[in-house]
């Protein structure tokens, strides 16, 4: 069956076909915050987030001084913004 040029290549039109499906579906079905990666460099882990559909948040983690910082760019003054600290010793505290 597959000796035939026709049919290897109409076979291989078919898989080829069904891969492209199968990424345009994930794709289209991928969560919002399935996009986010985190990144570690030295003492900081950095990750991002969404806090509205125009707003991106980046969480910066430093590791050495046990703190959070939330940062968003500001459109109108064209600079990054911070929101908000968070002391992890105190915040993860039994």
Known sequence: MLKNPQNLTIVLLLATAAVLAAMLLATYTQDAQAGTSAGKQGDYIMVN????????????V??????????????????????????????FEE
């Open 49 to 60: 987030g969404m806090w509205s559909g125009s707003t991106d948040l980046v969480y910066i």
């Open 62 to 91: 430093d590791i050495a001084a046990r703190k959070l910082n939330v940062y968003y760019a500001h459109a109108a003054s064209n600079d990054v913004k911070l929101i908000q600290t968070v002391d992890l010793a105190k915040a």
